[in-house]
């Protein structure tokens, strides 16, 4: 199985601050990695697909980069709004594997 | 408007069996590969299970296989999980998912549902 593992588990930042997570998989997956975006209580919500495809509806604030075993999610300038949990998943081979997440708070 | 509603939740006592289902509408359902995944309280997405849209490549997490089983009924726009010889570890939200796109089997999921609730406990 493929694992994915992400850094920071868990950041602090202000509203209007650039934030960047990683996320790397245990062998490479192509650009097959998705971003999704989590607030609690709520199901998953898709924000970048391929590694660096904006889903339809998303704010250009969010982007993806990397390909390989090497990905990137930024948000360019955080908004209250996109405090949450964002999570990275490689869909490149099955099981499909999820990263453990990286919680975004105020700081 | 683009839905999946899942049902079929609910308490349950290890080692017994429960269906969960999923109803789809604003989209052809029969065109696309659907995905069960789960989160237990508190924790992390786990992806359970996968079938494409005409039911011909099915795959399952290693925590599962044997004991759940997918299926869909593309006539009635819906998609079932079978769950048997549940274990306390099972507890769990369970969404379905839309996978985005056609062809390549291999991508996002870009449809969840609200979930449905699985606690497995005597």
């Known amino acids: 199985d493929i694992q994915m593992t992400q850094s920071p588990s868990s950041l602090s930042a202000s509203v209007g601050d650039r934030v960047t997570i990683t996320c790397r998989a245990s062998q490479s997956i192509s650009s097959y990695l998705n971003w999704y975006q989590q607030k609690p209580g709520k199901a998953p919500k898709l924000l970048i697909y391929?590694?660096?495809s904006l889903q339809s509806g998303v704010p250009s604030r969010f982007s993806g980069s990397g390909s390989g075993t090497d990905f990137t999610l930024t948000i360019s300038s955080l908004q209250p709004e996109d405090f949450a949990t964002y999570y990275c998943?490689?869909?490149?081979?099955?099981?499909?594997?999820f990263g453990p997440g990286t919680k975004v708070d105020i700081k | 408007e683009v839905q999946l509603v899942e049902s079929g939740g609910g308490l349950v006592q290890p080692g017994r069996s429960l269906r969960l289902s999923c109803a789809a509408s604003?989209?052809?359902?029969?065109?696309?590969?659907m995905h069960w995944v789960r989160q237990a309280p508190g924790k992390g997405l786990e992806w359970v299970s996968g079938i494409s849209w005409n039911s011909g490549s099915i795959g399952y997490a290693d925590s599962v296989k044997g004991r759940f089983t997918i299926s869909r009924d593309n006539a009635k726009n819906s998609l079932y999980l079978q769950m048997n010889s549940l274990r306390a570890e099972d507890t769990a939200l369970y969404y379905c998912a839309k996978k985005l796109g056609y062809g390549d089997p291999r991508g996002a999921f870009d449809i969840w549902g609200q979930g449905t609730m699985v606690t497995v406990s005597s």
């Open positions: 391929a590694a660096s």
């Open positions: 604003g989209f052809t359902f029969d065109d696309y590969a």
């Open positions: 998943q490689q869909s490149y081979s099955t099981p499909v594997t």
